[in-house]
């Protein structure tokens, strides 16, 4: 984990059941501006190896690991500096925090943690900030879709369309495997 990255932190992945909100906090990590995210709890070859595939087809860079526990990481980010923020929905409401937090992740990088089942108490003290995407439970997914878009914007969205050829109408893709033409290159159209 680099200083001034936002990483995201899937605390008690359960490999009988979370299998695919775990894939999914990690897809819309990737999608909406994260820059990797480390999976912990049961150990998930399954999940790993297709999680592992997506990067490596649309986000080459992202960092993607396991770790048993959550309180190795959490303790590697502090000692890369990054502020620990854990969506809670007892945490304070993000509205409130935002502008720091906003600062924070450009001055530190952030680790966000989300969680699965129930999550320890130590969790809500061992994290500087308890964040709060309204007080009623919903899904660790759509909580940090919120927090990365607020702090990220359209900005933080992986702006590159890739293999995809965007329609407004109708759907476009290249093979897999062909490169997206490089605009003003030789036997490109524009
Ligand atoms: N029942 C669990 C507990 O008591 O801790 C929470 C499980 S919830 C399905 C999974 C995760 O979604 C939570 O750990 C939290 O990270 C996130 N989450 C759910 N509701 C949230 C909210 N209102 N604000 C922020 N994060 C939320």
Avoid: C
Wanted: net charge positive; hydrophobic share 45%.
């Amino acid at each position: 984990m680099m200083p001034g990255g936002v990483y995201v932190l899937r605390m008690g992945h359960r490999a009988g059941r979370d299998k695919r909100v775990t894939t999914h906090v990690a897809l819309a990590s990737m999608a909406l501006g994260a820059s990797g995210v480390i999976l912990s709890g049961d150990e998930d070859p399954g999940l790993m190896e297709s999680v592992t595939k997506a990067r490596d087809r649309w986000a080459p860079g992202f960092l993607l690991e396991y770790s048993k526990g959550w309180r190795e990481p959490v303790e590697r980010a502090r000692e890369a500096g990054l502020a620990i923020v854990h969506l809670t929905m007892y945490g304070v409401e993000l509205e409130f925090l935002l502008e720091g937090l906003r600062a924070l992740a450009r001055s530190r990088g952030l680790l966000v943690l989300v969680g699965a089942g129930k999550v320890p108490r130590e969790v809500y003290s061992a994290a500087d900030l308890n964040v709060a995407v309204t007080h009623l439970p919903h899904s660790e997914v759509a909580a940090l879709a919120v927090l990365l878009h607020e702090l990220l914007g359209f900005r933080g969205q992986r702006g590159s369309p890739g293999p995809v050829l965007p329609q407004l109408r109708g759907k476009l893709a290249l093979p897999r495997g062909a490169r997206p033409p490089v605009p003003g290159s030789p036997g490109s159209s524009s």
